[in-house]
C-alpha cells in the first residue's frame, strides 16, 4: 500500500495489509496539518485543553475530533511525555485510563510498529468493548524534537494466533494520531486527532456527544498519573540504605566488617 492510497478512517485492515511505517505517518501528519482548520470547539480544564472537529467525510466512517494543550515541565518534560507514549504505549494507556482493564500485544512488526489489543470495561449496562489497532512511532531528536504515534485499527480474523491473543467482547474501532512537540517557550505541544465508533447497539451520535471533553480527560488523567508516578520514584528508599534510610558511608560499611 503506498502513501497516497493510505487515507486513517476507522474501517480495519487485514494483518497482511498494514501499510509501511512511511505511508503510516504521511497519513498522520497529514491529519495533524488539517486539524488547525476544524471547527473549534470547548475548552476544558481550565482552559488547558482546547477541542476541534470535523464533520464525517465521504471517506471517513465517523467525524473526527482534536485537542491540543500546552504543557510545562511541572506537568511533563518531553522526554516524559514520549517515554509514556511513545513507548510502551499501550502498557502505559492502562495505567491512566480508567476503562482499559488489560492489553495483550499481537503481533511485533517492527521496533516502532506493533499490533496491540486492548479491553476496556465500562460500567453497566455497556458491554466491555475491544480494540485492536497497530501502532506507529516516530521519534526526531532534531530541535524542535517532535515525536507522532499512528493508530489504525486492524481485523485479526483468519489468523489463527492473533485471534487467540485478541480480548473478547463487542468490537469497537478508532483510529488517532498524536504530535507531542518542543515549542519555543519552552513547554511541550500535545496534540491528538482522532475517530471512533464504540460498535454495538450504541447510537454513533450518543458517542459523538460525549467525544470532545472525554478526550480531553486523557489529558488530566495522564498529568496526574504521572506526577503519581513522579512521587513514587522520589519517596522510594534506595534498596543500598540501612534501617534508618540513610545510604551507607565507606565508615558504616567499614565498622560493619569489624
Avoid at 460500567?123 to 526526531?140: A, D, I, N
Amino acid at each position: 500500500m503506498s502513501g497516497s492510497e493510505l487515507y486513517l478512517s476507522i474501517t480495519p485492515l487485514k494483518l497482511s495489509e498494514i501499510p509501511s511505517e512511511d505511508a503510516t505517518l504521511k497519513a498522520g501528519r497529514d491529519i495533524l496539518d488539517e486539524t488547525a482548520s476544524w471547527k473549534q470547539g470547548k475548552s476544558y480544564h481550565h482552559h488547558l485543553v482546547k477541542t476541534s472537529h470535523r464533520k464525517k467525510g465521504p471517506k471517513d466512517g465517523a467525524a473526527w475530533y482534536a485537542r491540543v494543550s500546552e504543557h510545562d515541565k511541572e506537568d511533563a518534560t518531553f522526554e516524559e511525555f514520549w517515554n509514556k507514549l511513545g513507548e510502551n504505549k499501550a502498557e502505559n494507556e492502562m495505567q491512566y485510563v480508567p476503562e482499559i482493564e488489560k492489553v495483550q500485544l499481537i503481533k511485533q512488526i517492527s521496533p516502532n510498529q506493533s499490533v496491540w489489543t486492548l479491553f476496556y470495561r465500562f460500567p453497566p449496562p455497556v458491554s466491555p468493548r475491544v480494540f485492536t489497532v497497530v501502532q506507529t512511532t516516530w521519534l526526531s531528536e532534531t530541535s524542535p524534537r517532535t515525536g507522532i504515534i499512528v493508530s489504525i485499527p486492524v481485523d485479526v480474523s483468519g489468523d489463527a494466533d492473533a485471534e487467540k491473543l485478541e480480548e473478547k467482547g463487542v468490537k469497537g474501532r478508532y483510529t488517532s494520531v498524536e504530535r507531542v512537540q518542543e515549542l519555543d517557550n519552552g513547554k511541550v505541544e500535545w496534540r491528538m486527532a482522532t475517530s471512533s465508533t464504540p460498535g454495538g447497539s450504541i447510537p454513533q451520535f450518543v458517542a459523538d456527544s460525549s467525544m470532545a471533553s472525554t478526550i480531553s480527560n486523557d489529558v488530566k488523567h495522564f498529568v496526574a498519573w504521572l506526577k503519581g508516578v513522579r512521587g513514587s520514584k522520589e519517596t522510594a528508599v534506595p534498596a543500598s540504605t540501612t534501617e534508618n534510610g540513610v545510604p551507607p558511608t565507606a565508615e558504616t560499611e567499614v565498622a560493619g566488617t569489624a
